[in-house]
């Protein structure tokens, strides 16, 4: 699948925007990551490819082709 490798360069709302595209926000990753939230400092595990904190709502996204690494997981916007 072509899901845009390149996207991780790019901002969180390219990247959420790119993964729900092609169909793949809510489709489970293989390695789920407990992440802190930049914005409230929350922790929550985010297992699909396109998720929000639990408390604030911000959303993170990562692209299939990507998630092998937490450090590609990129914020978008609260309730994007």
């Known amino acids: 699948m072509a899901c845009g490798c390149g996207t991780p360069q790019k901002g969180g709302t390219a990247i959420v925007d790119k993964v729900r595209s092609k169909g793949m926000a809510d489709a489970q990753m293989p390695v789920a990551y407990e992440l802190t939230c930049q914005e409230c400092a929350g922790t ?14 911000m959303v993170y996204g990562v692209t299939p082709c990507s998630a092998d ?10 309730q994007y």
């Open 44 to 57: 929550f595990t985010m297992a699909t490819y396109v998720a929000s904190c639990p408390n604030c709502q």
């Open 69 to 78: 690494n937490h450090e590609n997981i990129k914020a978008a916007a609260i």
